[in-house]
């Protein structure tokens, strides 16, 4: 009878265990399901057809408010007007996430950039994806679709009230945009679907470029890459393009037209972009794309070649001309204002009255608060100015030819090694992401190798102390006689021989990701890649 008993006892025990590890597991279960669900986004949603503002109906509500036919996008009047309009209708409008405010290209600065506006009862972070099922009639893989994290705020923290710029629509193709909305605590509360019809734009006939991936696109460094001076459509328009990593057109910035900007570089401050918007005036305009500020150049001065900004000093650097003399202006960010501090036939009279034969600057960077390099391509030359904004002085030259040396040779560098220096480069370009010795820095130089076979890009490790140079690293790039850059983006390498009509990206370690091309070889100015985050996309 015992045994019976302690036999019973032991199966409802074995139940009782059994049951308890079943519930641990549908527990664990349930957990991973929840968990994923709060970090993974879903593929599948409903699309409807949104009520938005299109680009041309916004046009048309400023110009009447203004009451002018073809008001100027790039006026103060003109952005005042359209933050105007924009503020009424977030007044008026009852926005949800299912029926949110949708305006295309708000303020005339983003041709796709898709203004988002609503509001919910809980903070929250927005993610998107913006998915074309064609371009140009040819069928894309889904893989291809873009993902952003809207930005909202400079804090990062969630809000209620959800406004920023979705990027990633294509023109002239039906954009397929969703949003997956997250709380707190990063569970997905709530997801909706919109189609848009996008007009083409009529400056960009390039939608996508050639792309050759040499490594999986995850390989690749975050970001976009941003296309100065490439004309496509043979009307020579003015316009700043960003593509993804699979080479899609995803932003375009048009520029005054016909106002000769200098398409060369594009900088962020705060949550802000700066760059010219023609080749007299630079722009501050906010992350929905209205224009804080114009600073023009003063004195009747235009913008050349290349610009650098200083977000510690909030000052910018371009090369520039003036009367005819090229030279170097700054740009004061807080002040608004701007004046020349170099001079390049004063700085270099020595060698122009030794009969020196006129030069040519391509490039201008930081490498402190105070010191500039330049690149000058005549001489193969690359030219540190200490004291800029007060007493500048030539301190250091890497050259490939002796041009200089008989005005400047205390200031010559010389090897440390057995290679050939740069020649004709274009840019040269200044890596402060690593810490070297007190008066150490990396140069990374596009080396176009005129009358050569292949351009390069050179790695330098500079000595201030010792005034050496030694070649660190040479990566052989696709031939460009004219043109062409090199820069960083997060320790990657774009390398951009625009003048054979392509660019590559490399990691850390020298290999290479990707190659792009534009089609008919195209020829650009430069092509850097910038992230984007805590300005179109959260950080």
């Known amino acids: 009878m015992l045994k019976k008993a302690l036999k019973i006892s032991l199966i409802i025990s074995l139940f009782f265990i059994a049951v308890l590890a079943a519930a641990a597991y549908l527990t664990k279960t349930k957990k991973d399901d929840i968990k994923k669900e709060e970090t993974t986004v879903p593929n599948r949603v409903e699309f409807v057809k949104s009520e938005v503002v299109s680009a041309k109906d916004m046009y048309k509500k400023v110009a009447k408010k203004l009451k002018v036919k073809k008001p100027d996008i790039y006026s103060m009047k003109y952005q005042k007007a359209a933050k105007s309009i924009i503020e009424n209708y977030k007044k008026k409008g009852n926005y949800t996430v299912d029926s949110p405010l949708l305006i295309v290209n708000p303020y005339g600065t983003n041709t796709t950039g898709l203004y988002i506006y609503f509001k919910l009862k809980f903070r929250v972070n927005t993610i998107y994806s913006v998915n074309v099922k064609e371009i ?98 043979g009307r020579k328009e003015k316009h700043i393009l960003f593509y993804d990593n699979y080479g899609i057109l995803r932003a375009e910035l048009p520029l005054v037209k016909g106002g000769g900007a200098a398409e060369t570089n594009i900088a962020q401050i705060d949550d802000k972009l700066f760059y010219a918007v023609d080749s007299n005036r630079f722009a501050v305009i906010d992350r929905f794309g209205k224009v804080e500020k114009f600073i023009p150049l003063e004195g009747g001065a235009y913008a050349l070649g290349d610009m650098d900004l200083n977000t510690g000093i909030r000052k910018a650097v371009t090369l520039s001309r003036r009367n005819g003399n090229d030279g170097i202006f700054s740009v004061d960010i807080l002040e608004g204002k701007s004046k020349e501090i170099v001079n390049f036939n004063k700085l270099f009279s020595a060698y122009y009255k030794k009969g020196g034969s006129k030069l040519k600057f391509t490039s201008v960077q930081f490498i402190n608060d105070n010191d500039l390099i330049v690149s000058e391509k005549n001489t193969s030359s690359i030219v540190r100015i200490n004291n800029v904004f007060r007493n500048p002085k030539i301190k250091g030259v890497i050259s490939g030819t002796n041009d200089l040396k008989s005005a400047y040779g205390d200031a010559f560098y010389s090897k440390d090694g057995d290679f050939v220096s740069q020649k004709k480069q274009s840019t040269a370009y200044v890596d402060k992401s690593e810490k070297l010795g007190k008066k150490q820095y990396h140069l990374i130089v596009f080396d176009n190798n005129s009358g050569g076979l292949n351009s390069f890009s050179y790695k330098y490790l500079v000595d201030g102390e010792k005034m050496t140079y030694s070649l660190e690293n040479s990566i052989e790039l696709p031939y460009s006689a004219e043109n062409g850059s090199v820069s960083l983006n997060q320790g990657y390498l774009i390398a951009a021989s625009t003048g054979s009509g392509s660019f590559e990206e490399y990691n850390p370690d020298g290999y290479k990701l990707a190659s792009y091309s534009f089609k008919n070889k195209k020829k650009a100015y430069r092509v850097y890649k910038h992230s984007m985050k805590g300005s179109w996309f959260t950080k």
């Open 136 to 233: 140009d009639g040819k069928e894309d893989a889904n893989t291809k679709d873009f993902q952003g994290a809207l930005y909202t705020n400079t804090t990062g923290m969630p809000l209620a009230e959800q406004e920023g710029i979705i990027i990633g629509m294509v023109p002239g193709e039906r954009n397929y945009v969703s949003v997956y909305i997250y709380d707190e605590n990063n569970k997905m509360i709530a997801k909706a679907g919109y189609r848009l019809d996008i007009p083409e734009a009529e400056t960009v006939t390039m939608k996508t470029l050639e792309a050759s991936l040499d490594r999986e696109v995850t390989q690749l460094s975050d970001g976009l890459f941003a296309v100065f001076g490439l004309d496509d459509n």
